[in-house]
């Protein structure tokens, strides 16, 4: 174990590369020493926001250096092979913003060059740190709630932000929608039900509001069935207003309801709660500190650093990412087809 900070470079300085930025900083243990960005826009606002640390135009020249630790990879969805290859290539560690790829394909060859340079992987799950959804989590795990049954996690917000030239609203590159938001609901359903096996089959619908981009779903909805007997359903929309989350898991005994709302998702003034009916009373939960995925952002960067110095384990593996993505593209082809999906067809 060392004391000495861990040394991050960070790929992508848009948006949500610009709070993954801020996070590094505001980490203890944890230093921004170079940044990447594509535009000539990006570099001119990095260097003028972090005039500490090296700033590049290709992302190459970042990871070619020997004085970075962990790679923070925050790049539209189609680039996330290319360049997640490239880091561990180079022998650095990895955090890679969710997908973790667009294919199987994609998330096989990056776990194999990881496992070959033994290097930490971590894909960018940070809703499993949340006060309040973690919470959730570890009363199911006390047995709260007896054995989990059923989940329901369901969004409704405003429309996606374009990104960075409209990648978002670029299937070639964004993969899909279900890659994007429901992708984090998939991953909750999963780890809150992992008592009940893991997820079989799957049936998934979907429609767009907008005319001639049927790949555009703005109304998702999917249930998934677990080999122990537990489902879950996932449902978003995107046309609806501000940002509004529900958690609802019951089992045997009782069960939780947690419900978080802001005026946007990146809000750092959400309001939140936590209730719990454990079988015989219903109670409110209290929640140490606020949630949000602002401040999960900044405690998934105080994980890698902890598992960097001391081994603790990682928040969300290269394995789970994985499983999110195929869970994802079942879901994809259920929509396409009609049909109910195995997920083993993705999985195996």
């Given at each position: ?111 194999r060059i990881a496992n070959q340079q033994k290097r930490l992987f971590a894909v960018g799950h940070e809703l499993r ?220």
């Amino acid at each position: 174990m060392s004391d000495r900070p861990v040394r991050f470079g960070l790929i992508g300085f848009g948006a949500w590369g610009q709070h993954h930025a801020n996070a590094i900083t505001v980490t203890d243990g944890a230093e921004l020493v170079a940044i990447a960005a594509r535009s000539d826009t990006s570099v001119a606002a990095a260097k003028e926001k972090y005039p500490d640390a090296a700033v590049y135009n290709d992302y190459r020249e970042l990871v070619a250096r020997e004085d970075i630790d962990f790679v923070d990879v925050v790049v539209p969805s189609h680039l996330h092979h290319a360049v997640a290859t490239a880091v561990l290539q180079a022998g650095k560690h990895l955090l890679l913003e969710k997908p973790m790829g667009v294919s199987m394909d994609e998330c096989d060859d990056m776990i194999r060059i990881a496992n070959q340079q033994k290097r930490l992987f971590a894909v960018g799950h940070e809703l499993r740190l949340s006060s309040m959804w973690g919470k959730a989590k570890e009363l199911i795990d006390e047995g709260f709630i007896g054995d989990p049954l059923y989940a329901l996690v369901e969004l409704s917000r405003n429309p996606y932000r374009q990104g960075a030239d409209g990648w978002r609203y670029d299937i070639d590159r964004v993969g899909s929608w279900i890659l994007e938001e429901p992708i984090h609901f998939f991953d909750l359903a999963r780890w809150y039900l992992e008592r009940s096996g893991q997820p079989e089959r799957i049936y998934a619908t979907a429609n767009s509001r907008q005319p001639g981009r049927p790949e555009l779903q703005d109304n998702f909805s999917a249930i998934m069935h677990f080999s122990g007997g537990s489902y879950a359903v996932v449902s978003q929309t995107l046309a609806a207003f501000e940002h509004h989350q529900t958690a609802k898991i019951t089992g045997t005994k009782g069960a939780l309801w947690a419900s978080w709302s802001g005026a946007q998702d990146r809000t750092r003034h959400p309001t939140f709660s936590l209730r719990g009916f454990d079988g015989n009373e219903v109670v409110t939960i209290p929640i140490d500190k606020p949630t949000g995925e602002l401040f999960e952002l900044e405690d998934q960067v105080a994980r890698v650093v902890q598992a960097h110095r001391s081994g603790v384990p990682l928040h969300c593996t290269a394995e789970d990412g994985r499983w999110s993505v195929a869970m994802c593209l079942a879901a994809e082809a259920s929509v396409r087809s009609g049909n109910i999906v195995s997920i083993g067809d993705y999985i195996s």
